[in-house]
């Protein structure tokens, strides 16, 4: 009689059965895993002779196809949500005569909802961690649809803030954020060409909105046309039903990646083992632990080695794809190794991933095209991101307690540090000051009107402003692409040259000049806005895009909340638009002087970068010189 380390009593013919047992079960499993292995060498050979060609092919961006959908979705998108923000100003003209109320009360209806459009990012991007960008969006075009609807029972100015500006801004912050990173999913090598097709809706938008909201309250009052947008949000809906994800292949992918993993580390884990025969009996006698078969039939496991002698590896593969029998107090060394049940379908929670930890997300340029300025690491970052995180799912396990709290989920995209950085403390400065464009377009068409110009034709200046957005973002894009003009340098022209069409606005008393000024502002618009991101870039590094267009979106979104009702309180103080279109335009000047200094700082570091280099080179081919002359003396 044999009696094992733990007690048991175990008779001959009980361990040869056990062993036998245990063979049989364990070539089986062998046998198992060279036919997945062969199988999926005969699928897609290339896979497996290439991890790093197989993540490219499954993670690479479609570059069309489907794509262009997805990008006319967003078009429509931003057509109808910077179209209905943006007309704003041809409403509130019938918002004064319906309500009786001053400017600056009734402007907070439009800023509440401009502000909240971009504010509320950082919930936004708690939402996408959680869900698709098609759910996202789909519930914000729900949320802003009956936040409209309501609108139109509204008595007071108090009500339409809470309606239109804070339930509409609510989801039009959650379709305007998935709707511009969805491009950048589905786009990389014609990124920049997508990107600008589908932003282009914004100043196609407000060029249609302006003629369209001046018909319908020619028509209808202001309630019908708010119950008339509503439903043109509603078609949002559609577009969210057309953004669908990429990541539906990439789960079952790293499902079978993951399988596959365990399996092969188990085959690698024999393979490598001292034995020189290939028998599968063999291999499964040396993992445990150097068991000689049932040949005497008095054979017994008389210790617990056989756990110690197996590879970490191995171990996670039984561990972690096997679902074996309630351990006794006392059990033999094979009852603890025994597969009772092999089963690859592991519990776990397939989880979205999140667009926004890409660093690149937010780029609106071609990711070819990243200025040279940006470093090395950074490109390296970016590159490893784009080859492995695109469109990443991480399969986990359940876990039944969390210990972040939701703050500081909130607050996964903020960098605190940057604010010790001078430039981006300038790039702030700059952006959160061009926000003023809130106050050219929300009290233009009043102006125009108290101007003398007839009312018919003031909706047709934010018309203008509009079409020449578009076409100000298409040049913009050609002079950074063809020419390589640096996109810093056309962002102060920009800057400068919209805070002096502020100055002469009020002083332009016939339709011809307030138009050409409106054009001309309409250029500077579109390229302050469709160059935020790549100036960010060229000034701070592809690695901090996100954290730093998440913290400027933020701060622009309290600027534009207090804009209009700041102008509007000079207005109802003064009884002139000479003052509020003065605040605008020194805040544009004061943008521009924030940019110059940004270039200024940049031409500086990029000397003393150059010096450096160059100093490294004269002593590294000064150290070759003399150790040249060491080797001949």
Request: include cysteine; proline fraction near 3%.
């Amino acid at each position: 009689m044999a009696i094992d380390k733990f007690g048991e009593d175990l008779h001959h013919s009980e361990g040869r059965t056990d062993c036998e047992d245990g063979l049989k079960r364990m070539n089986d499993v062998l046998k198992f895993i060279e036919m997945e292995k062969n199988q999926k060498d005969s699928q897609n050979s290339s896979e497996t002779n290439s991890t790093h060609s197989q993540q490219t092919t499954d993670t690479a961006a479609p570059d069309g196809g489907w794509g262009w959908l997805v990008c006319l979705g967003s078009f429509v998108i931003n057509f109808i949500l910077d179209g209905t923000m943006f007309s704003f100003g041809v409403m509130l003209l019938t918002l004064l005569e319906y309500f009786g109320e001053s400017k600056a009360k009734t402007s907070w209806i439009g800023s509440v909802l401009l502000g909240l459009s971009m504010i509320l990012g950082p919930f936004v991007g708690w939402l996408l961690d959680r869900f698709t960008i098609r759910q996202v969006t789909l519930c914000g075009a729900l949320v802003a649809s009956c936040g409209f609807v309501i609108s139109t029972f509204a008595q007071s100015v108090e009500v339409l803030i809470i309606t239109y500006g804070i339930v509409g801004g609510i989801g039009f912050c959650m379709m305007f954020i998935p709707s511009i990173i969805v491009v950048g999913l589905y786009f990389s090598r014609r990124r920049a060409l997508a990107t600008g097709i589908a932003m282009s809706g914004s100043g196609v938008g407000t060029f249609v909105y302006a003629y369209l909201c001046e018909a319908l309250l020619n028509e209808f009052s202001w309630r019908g046309t708010v119950l008339i947008m509503a439903g043109i949000i509603l078609n949002c809906v559609v577009c969210a039903a057309l953004f669908r994800p990429l990541s539906n292949e990439a789960v079952k992918q790293k499902q079978r990646n993951a399988k596959e993993s365990k399996l092969y580390d188990c085959v690698h884990c024999l393979d490598s083992n001292k034995s020189s025969s290939t028998d599968l009996s063999t291999k499964s006698k040396d993992l445990y632990g150097g068991f000689d078969g049932p040949r005497n039939g008095s054979v017994v496991f008389n210790s617990t080695s056989a756990l110690d002698r197996r590879t970490p590896a191995c171990y996670s593969f039984i561990e972690n794809t096997s679902y074996r029998k309630p351990k006794r107090m006392y059990s033999s060394a094979h009852a603890l190794n025994r597969i009772d049940n092999l089963n690859f379908q592991q519990p776990s929670v397939l989880k979205p991933f999140n667009p926004l930890s890409r660093k690149d997300i937010y780029y609106s340029g071609s990711v070819r095209n990243i200025p040279k300025s940006v470093s090395s690491s950074d490109l390296s970052d970016s590159n490893n991101t784009e080859e492995l995180s695109d469109f990443e799912i991480e399969v986990s396990e359940v876990k039944a307690a969390s210990c972040c709290s939701c703050l500081q989920k909130l607050g996964g995209t903020v960098d605190l540090s940057l604010f010790k950085n001078g430039k981006f403390t300038l790039l702030l400065l700059c952006m959160v000051l061009w926000t003023a464009q809130s106050i050219t377009l929300t009290y233009l068409p009043d102006m125009a009107v108290a101007n003398g110009i007839p009312r018919d034709k003031s909706a047709s200046i934010i018309s203008i402003c509009g079409i020449t957005n578009t076409i100000g973002r298409i040049l913009a894009g050609f002079l950074t692409d063809s020419f390589h003009v640096s996109s810093t340098t056309i962002y102060l022209v920009a800057l400068t040259v919209a805070a002096i069409t502020n100055f002469l606005f009020p002083w332009c008393y016939n339709y011809l000049t307030i138009a050409l000024c409106s054009g001309v502002f309409g250029l500077c618009m579109a390229s302050i806005v469709c160059l935020r991101t790549i100036v960010i870039v060229e000034q701070l590094g592809l690695k901090r895009l996100t954290s730093a267009f998440s913290m400027i979106a933020f701060f622009q979104g309290v600027a534009f909340i207090i804009n209009p009702p700041l102008a509007g309180f000079l207005y109802d103080h003064m009884k002139s638009y000479l003052y509020p279109f003065i605040l605008s335009g020194t805040m544009y000047l004061v943008a521009a002087l924030a940019c110059a200094t940004v270039m200024l700082k940049h031409c500086i570091s990029a000397k003393d970068t150059s010096k450096d280099n160059i100093s490294i080179v004269i002593e590294s081919e000064g150290t070759s010189t003399d150790e040249s002359l060491l080797n001949v003396l």
